[in-house]
DNA sequence: CTATACCGTGAAAACGTTTTCACAACAATT
DNA sequence: AATTGTTGTGAAAACGTTTTCACGGTATAG
């Protein structure tokens, strides 16, 4: 490999120091034109990037912003990161991706990873941190992480997308707080919806654990008794679905419609009414809490709670930005969940 | 934010020089017991990450791996991510992930974002770059980007998962060579097909002409005749795969069996059939020739060429991790595709 | 007992930038 | 005509590591 072209030899070729290539880079002080030409034509000619490691050595900011996240696969984090990756490199930095491989059923094991993100984030010198899910949305986190993530966020800008912990250092964004549950179990309600079932989701973490509050709480303000036996709870994906609407239709509870935590666990939950010969939505009507890519395409076409991920993603990027540069905390926005109604749903006497 | 802790700190703490506490942190030469406890004790006490910048600076090395990509929201783009993460992380390394949002259609807006990218990984010192897919899978490549990725290549080991190029510098790995798609329409035309659509996918992308050119060859090979009217290529999502199985439909033209670009387009295309009153697999057998993490939910169970795509990450990261080692050009395996029989595809008379 | 090897340590150079300071040239203001 | 300000430039310090060199001490070999 060839050897790096130094600015030094961009300042001897085009016949001036190297404060003034610098400049030029940089565009922080005036150059004439001439130089400025000169410079450029030499930094083209030599295809010249000057090295981050001197950069961020003395400017102490390294253009890169990380992020940490449990599980790319995951269409939900695939679509958050997107936003997040363009709107860094739209205002000029890079994204340096940790994937912890972290779930709530081996938190034991993968938390040494998270802590290990959370070193490596300073090493690089990160100007920001982006924490997305993980142990961050744990409702107990373990006394190392907790300690990790305070630590990182006394050096750095951290925003975390989880559940808020009182005194710390970084700050904290709700995903949402259920109110798209409310409109779910509504429409099931209008349907003439009694037995409700919720399906998927991991229990100790608060994104499911905040939407099993709301379906409680919207079962109870329709009247409705809360019942135990409704709730499979499993993971995130379509395996999951199936196996947590198999587990509950085994086990003989009786359900007309099926609230899906996500277009995953829902096509796992189609597939597994279809293994038991019932039909959607003749037979049980299902709902996704939470509208990934293809809802439209399923058959049949699956309602669903559009929960706006991308805009969250980008409300995630555009707090660690502003923090960033210190802006005042802005309020954030908050997407609003919005039910799409499609025909996976059906109204019973 | 609190100022950075530095070696000389920890130095002065465990009453050493700075050299020694370099040796400690890197094993770099052998340190005394006593010596050894002191200073991590002290690491530890004040949570002390070396500079990546001033280690980068004077190692030449950053420990950072680059991944250019086109769109990590892609399922295959992002379950080689997966497997080029952890393999990278298990070797010491972090990510840089840069997604280009390079799509054939929009070659000329996108290139831009490529040559950055490629920037982008010279300035921040990676020690070696993945890239995949892109405008590196296209047929052929513009001049700008040719370039670019050799002055690249130039610099750092760089390995492309997409059409090689004669005479480059960044080592080309190959996708496949369409071996799965002879076995899919051999599977159909043991099943009685003849006329065997293929949909999705976009002209002038490699894999996809590489998988169209064997698709005529299996053709060819069993007899039958090449219909340019059964391709209807579009892009590699469910719309795409709605969009042009509906337009095959409307144009009238006979077919009995579908093989989807992959299982996104697949499903694009139940609902197309669907929609014009037609049964998978009764009137219309359906075969998927890239297999991502759903197929065996969909109803009915989708039958897909599994090309195992985790083995391709794999590869492809240690073909990367095997060339910055210097080692010699090993060969990489080629993982097989296989036919997965589901049932979406019934014999017909 | 002397020569040789090795072990553990410190001092200092080097890495490639940005930034601060200094200054010359010239323009604008008194 | 003297002062002040502005513009364009270069020299040199600083950033926080790793690495090279040197050296004293102790073990090993002859």
Known sequence: MKP?????????????SVSTVSRVINGSAPVSEDVRRRVERAI???????????????SR?????????????NPYFTAMFREISLAAQRAGYSVLLFNTGFSAAT???????????????QEKGADGVLVVGGQAD??????EYRRGLEDMANRVPVVALGNPVDGSRCQFMERERGQGIYMAVEHLFSLGHRRIAFVGGETDVAITERRLGAYGDALAALGLPYDRNLVSTSDYYAPDGWRAADRLIRQGTAFTAVMAMNDGVALGA????????LRVPEDVSVISCDQFFDADYFTPRLTALNQHNELLGQAVI????????GDAQSRPLKPRPELVVRESCRRIS
Chains 1, 2 share one sequence.
Do not use: C, W
């Open 107 to 121: 938190a034991g094991e993968t938390t040494r990873n998270e802590l290990e993100a959370f070193k490596v984030m």
């Open 318 to 325: 555009s707090a660690l930005l502003a923090r960033m540069r």
């Open 4 to 16: 790096a072209v130094t600015i030094r030899q961009i300042a001897r070729e085009s016949g001036v």
């Open 138 to 143: 744990l409702v107990r986190l373990r006394p």
């Open 61 to 73: 900011r390294s253009m890169i912003i990380g992020v940490i996240m449990p599980d790319i696969t």
């Open 44 to 58: 083209e000619k030599y295809a010249y990037a000057p090295s981050g490691f001197a950069r961020g050595l003395v």
């Open 270 to 277: 189609y597939r597994a009414l279809a293994d038991h010969g």
